[in-house]
């Protein structure tokens, strides 16, 4: 496959796989409210797909290394939809934590893969090309995605035709039926050299057995490799620290966002049909930020403009705490998600030029194992404050916290100097 269509795969399945979470992610905190969980809990139950996250990461990434992409990518989809049905029919604090732990499954098999095949094909015949632009642009895809599914999420809560389910039900139960389409058109699309033991004329039970076995077998080593590379490598350490500050911050934009709104205008329901055309607009802001993201660094270098995207989404962070009315925080939150699209892209190009073919997947999983981790244990913490205090005081902490991770990217800014 030429780099050209590898591209329009990468893009093509960035629409499928985030159009539906659009469809959600102004809800997800709010329908466990709705159902009669607490703030506390529901952050809890967010957490623990962040520590299933956390436990599976490099298994799934090692083995997605040393057996194939696609395989890992296509059982991900799968995952999507088990969970997205799980999260659909809960109605109890432990029926959302076993739909919290599938999600934890589905994140966990689908973080890497796509990308690590995307550069890995370019990088057959253009070895060693930088790939920010490719990657801004899939961020641009994504932001976009998500806005438009977030924009008819809110316009299904705001109808809502079936009065029989609560407002907040329906754009699930889309999401699980587009996942279906996710999964459909990621078997179709994404196409990967099979591995030596699958090669034709090996009988096809006995080459797909011997793939199984040997991608097992390399998995523990591809694992360990990646993890002794985090040790000796400053500047992938420096980059994947900076997971754990930026975690705080993502609580605060997308967790708290939606909590507060509800707390201002009212009501859940409120909160969910106001928040599905902000959250829209907020992706479409995230897609600028990515876009603006890949010209900047033209001029600035990839380091610079990480650096400066960090620190602003990490004061962006700590405004939204502080103001005191829905329309500042809607402008607040519309500010911070434009500077977290422009470092998503930055962050990603930056963790490339520290991997190879052979441990790209797992050096991705291990940034986001980490920023999954921090998550969580960032999610506990923040929620019992706003517990104990108020979920402004919450959200000021988290976004002060998370400016600190811009410092972690000065060792990247010091290689970037010496080329």
Known sequence: MTPAAARRVLLSLGITRWFPVGLVVGVTTLLPIERGLSVADTLTVVALTGLVVFALELPTSGFADAFGRRPVYLAAAAAQIVAAILFVTAQTFWGFVVAAAAFGVFRALDSGPLEAWYVDTVHRTRPGADVDRTLSAAGTVLGGSIAAGALVGGALIWWHPVVAWNALTLPYVVYAALACVHLVAAAVLMKEPRPAAAAPGSPGAKASLAVVVDGAREAPRVVRDGLRLLGTNRVLLGLVLVEVFWSFAMIV?????????????????????????????????????????????????????????????????????????????????????????????????????????????????????????????????????????????????????????????LPALRREKRF
């Open 253 to 409: 934009f997308e967790t708290f966002q939606p909590i507060r709104l509800a707390e201002l205008l009212g009501s859940e329901e409120a909160a969910g049909a106001v928040n599905g055309p902000v959250t829209a607009v907020g992706w479409a802001v995230f897609a600028c930020g990515s876009a603006l993201a890949g010209l900047a660094s033209g001029r600035l270098g990839v380091a610079r403009t990480a650096i400066l995207s960090r620190g602003l989404n990490g004061a962006g962070a700590v405004v939204m705490g502080l103001v005191a009315g829905p329309a500042a925080l809607v402008v607040a939150y519309l500010a911070t998600y434009g500077l977290h699209g422009s470092a998503g892209p930055m962050h990603a190009a930056l963790l490339h030029r520290e991997a190879e073919a052979r441990n790209r997947a797992t050096v991705l999983s291990m940034n986001s194992m980490v920023a999954f981790g921090a998550f969580s244990l960032g999610a506990i913490l923040l929620g019992r404050l706003a517990d104990v205090t108020s979920n402004q005081t919450a959200m000021v902490v988290g976004g002060a916290v998370s400016v600190l991770g811009a410092l972690c990217y």
